[in-house]
C-alpha cells in the first residue's frame, strides 16, 4: 500500500472525480479532474469514456449523449456532450484533432465553463482544482510520478476512494504525451498524474498494447486542448 503523507499528494488524491458515460448501451467508468487555465475551471477526462473506442474520433454518432459527473455524496450531473438538432450533433466540450488520419482526436476532452458554468462551480467545491501555471516544464526520463483514478475491477462497488498508482516516466514528454512504467488499470482513463509536490504533470488515458506501459497527455498540452473553441 502506498503511503500518502505529502500534503500535496494527499490533496492531489482528493481531486479526482468518478465519471461514467454510456457510449452506444455500454457503460464506462472512469475519472474526471478539475483545472483551472489562466483562472478558467474546466472538467478534463479522457475522450473514449465519451465514445468507447481506442482510436478516438469525431463521428459524433458514437459517442454518448452525456457525460454524468458523481458528487461525494453519491449525486450524479448530468453533463450533455452535444447540442443536437435534426441536422446532427454539435459537440459543447472542447476537443483536439490530431493527426495523421482525418477525424482522429486528442485522447482527451475539456468541458468549460461557457455551458457548464454551474455544474464545475458544484465539482470545484466538492473537489477542489489544480492550477496550471502559465509556463511549465516536462518530467524527465526517471520522474516519479502517481495516477490516480478509481478502478472498475473486481467485485467491490463502484466508486471506491480513489487508488494511487506509482509510476516513473519512460521517455520523457514528447509530442504532448508522457509515458509511464507502469501503466494503470482500467477505470483510471482520466485521471490526474500528478508530481510528488501535488502538481498536476498530465491525464492519463490508457496502456499501451505491446509493452503495458501507461500512457497521459502531458499537462502542458491542456492549454492547446482549451483554446479550441467548441465548433
Do not use: C
Request: aromatic share 10%; hydrophobic share 40%; proline share 10%.
Amino acid at each position: 500500500m502506498i503511503e500518502l503523507s505529502a500534503t500535496g499528494i494527499s490533496e492531489a488524491r482528493t481531486k479526482a472525480i468518478p465519471i461514467l458515460a454510456e457510449p452506444r448501451g455500454a457503460t464506462v467508468g472512469g475519472t474526471g479532474f478539475l483545472a483551472r487555465v489562466l483562472g478558467r475551471p474546466y472538467l478534463l477526462t479522457a475522450g473514449h469514456i465519451g465514445q468507447h473506442e481506442l482510436a478516438v474520433t469525431s463521428d459524433w454518432s458514437t459517442w454518448a449523449p452525456s457525460l454524468a459527473a458523481l458528487l461525494p455524496d453519491g449525486t450524479r450531473l448530468e453533463l450533455p456532450l452535444f447540442a443536437e438538432d435534426p441536422s446532427g450533433r454539435t459537440p459543447l466540450f472542447h476537443f483536439h484533432e490530431t493527426g495523421p488520419e482525418p477525424g482522429r482526436l486528442l485522447d482527451a476532452m475539456a468541458l468549460g465553463a461557457g455551458h457548464y458554468g454551474a455544474d464545475l462551480a458544484r465539482l470545484e467545491h466538492a473537489y477542489g482544482a489544480f492550477d496550471l501555471p502559465a509556463a511549465m516544464t516536462s518530467p524527465g526520463v526517471g520522474q516519479r510520478l502517481f495516477v490516480f483514478g478509481f478502478p472498475t475491477a473486481g467485485d467491490a462497488p463502484w466508486p471506491q476512494h480513489p487508488t494511487p498508482i506509482l509510476a516513473r516516466t519512460t521517455l520523457g514528454t514528447r509530442y504532448g504525451y508522457l509515458f509511464t512504467e507502469p501503466g494503470a488499470g482500467t477505470g483510471y482513463s482520466g485521471g490526474p498524474v500528478v508530481y510528488p509536490d501535488g502538481a498536476l504533470a498530465g491525464l492519463y488515458f490508457g496502456e499501451e498494447a505491446a509493452s503495458g506501459n501507461g500512457a497521459a497527455v502531458a499537462a502542458e498540452a491542456v492549454p492547446l486542448l482549451v483554446s479550441e473553441s467548441p465548433s
